[in-house]
Nanobody, 127 residues
Framework: QVQLVESGGGSVQAGGSLTLSCAASGPPFTSYNMGWFRQVPGKEREFVAVIRISWSTYSTDYANSVKGRFTISRDTAQNTVYLQMNNLKPEDTAVYYC??????????????????WGQGTQVTVSS
């Protein structure tokens, strides 16, 4: 059973920065995707970023709305994935979730491609 614990959310003014962390524990996988999603009340969970890990190699992808502002990275030794968020905008306000899913999918930007989810962390950006 994989367990994910997010941290780092909070409140910030527009233009500010936050870094979210997602610490993973449980059965190790050699190939998997770790994604970040966000959700606001009344809307579906939205893809933000993914890091796709296969043995010692990895690749990343981002939603168009966050490209150039957000960076996903990992610390292999700590089994932790980070989401560095810069130049935050009020529309980035949401609950942010990290998730783990199979590497072998062409739909890593969909919530249905992930099997394990963290509890979520609130990010609030004020104008």
């Amino acid at each position: 059973q994989v367990q994910l614990v997010e941290s780092g959310g909070g409140s910030v003014q527009a233009g500010g920065s936050l870094t979210l962390s997602c610490a993973a524990s449980g059965p190790p996988f050699t190939s998997y995707n770790m994604g970040w999603f966000r959700q606001v009340p009344g809307k579906e969970r939205e893809f933000v970023a993914v890091i796709r890990i296969s043995w010692s190699t990895y690749s990343t992808d981002y939603a168009n709305s966050v490209k150039g502002r957000f960076t996903i990275s990992r610390d292999t030794a700590q089994n932790t994935v980070y989401l560095q968020m810069n130049n935050l905008k009020p529309e980035d306000t949401a609950v942010y979730y990290c998730a783990v899913g199979t590497y072998y999918t062409g739909t890593y930007d969909r919530a249905t491609a992930y099997d394990y989810w963290g509890q979520g962390t609130q990010v609030t950006v004020s104008s």
